[in-house]
């Protein structure tokens, strides 16, 4: 891709954790940070931190510090400096173009008022802007290409879905904010990313990124999908769910760190509970089974 910075030669895996900056992470948070860089790590691989800060109202001053701190406390120390999207506008303008240049993007007036009782948006613009008067979004279109997109999740196994059936997802907002969809595509070539580990609640985000990576001529990353944390009513641990932030103090921290071990199917020693961190993770690299992963969603029995 024009513009794209080049890359040195590096190790043949490489992970990332990409977090928005809405606020400090929580244990669901934790566990999907600690899943991708064991993955990385016992595959000897580079582990990346990406902060994903391209929607300002929602990242408070602060918060980024928090997670990096967050991080370093549980021992999730990244390589290389710390990327920033909202550092990156000209690569998704670049990338955005070359999506209109092959008939793959196009202009959308319509808001989601208009559309929402239909639960996807229908492509009223795909010919071009209902209402050309107003500021337009970006859309992906859904309508060109094969309809469907495959890939094997390493939790999940094989994945088949339906394009149509997603609708033509926003690539950059009305307001001029680039959206999750292309940032997140574009970044994640530009840095090299090889395996991508995260939360299943974004599974459905996939078949978006893979017809994207397709139509920018990206490799398309390998997948693991993992479980969510729930609460004991069902809920998933979130930021708006009021899931408490992870502790910094080393008394917390290290039993902490164990519970996840456990909840991510590792079967951790339970001498190792109050251990520090860092022989905790080394006896985790040593031992990481990505198939040990529960095939459903986990649940805490503890609280922070």
Not at 38 to 59: T, Y
């Amino acid at each position: 891709m024009p513009g794209m910075e080049q890359l040195e030669p590096g190790p043949a895996v490489v992970g990332r954790f990409a977090p928005t900056p809405s606020g400090p992470l929580h244990f669901g948070s934790l566990l999907a940070a600690l899943a991708s860089w064991l993955d990385a790590r016992a595959k000897k691989g580079r582990w990346l931190l990406r902060i994903e800060d391209i929607d300002p109202p929602r990242c408070p001053p602060g918060a980024s510090d928090t997670i990096i701190e967050q991080l370093d406390a549980f021992g999730l120390y990244h390589d290389g400096a710390v990327k920033y999207q909202h550092e990156h506008d000209s690569d998704y303008q670049k990338a955005l173009d070359a999506l209109v240049a092959c008939g793959m993007a196009y202009p959308c007036s319509c808001s989601r008022r208009e559309w929402q009782h239909l639960g996807i948006y229908p492509g009223w613009c795909r010919q071009g802007p209902l209402h050309p008067e107003r500021d337009c979004a970006w859309r992906l279109r859904t309508d060109s290409g094969e309809p469907e997109i495959y890939w094997q999740d390493r939790r999940l196994g094989h994945q088949r879905w339906s394009l149509p059936d997603l609708g033509d997802v926003v690539l950059k907002r009305r307001d001029g904010l680039w959206a999750y969809q292309l940032a997140v595509v574009v970044d994640d070539a530009r840095q090299g990313v090889t395996d991508i580990v995260r939360g299943a609640d974004l599974l459905d985000n996939t078949p978006w990124q893979i017809r994207l990576q397709q139509a920018l001529g990206y490799a398309t990353p390998k997948y693991l999908h993992l479980p969510l944390v729930v609460a004991a009513n069902g809920q998933k641990l979130s930021k708006q769910n009021l899931a408490p932030a992870l502790p910094l103090q080393h008394d917390a921290v290290r039993p902490l760190l164990h519970e996840a071990l456990i909840l991510l199917g590792q079967s951790p020693s339970p001498t190792l509970r109050r251990a520090h961190v860092d022989d905790q993770l080394k006896a985790a690299i040593e031992s990481w089974q990505p198939h040990n992963l529960c095939p459903g969603n986990v649940q805490r029995t503890t609280s922070i």
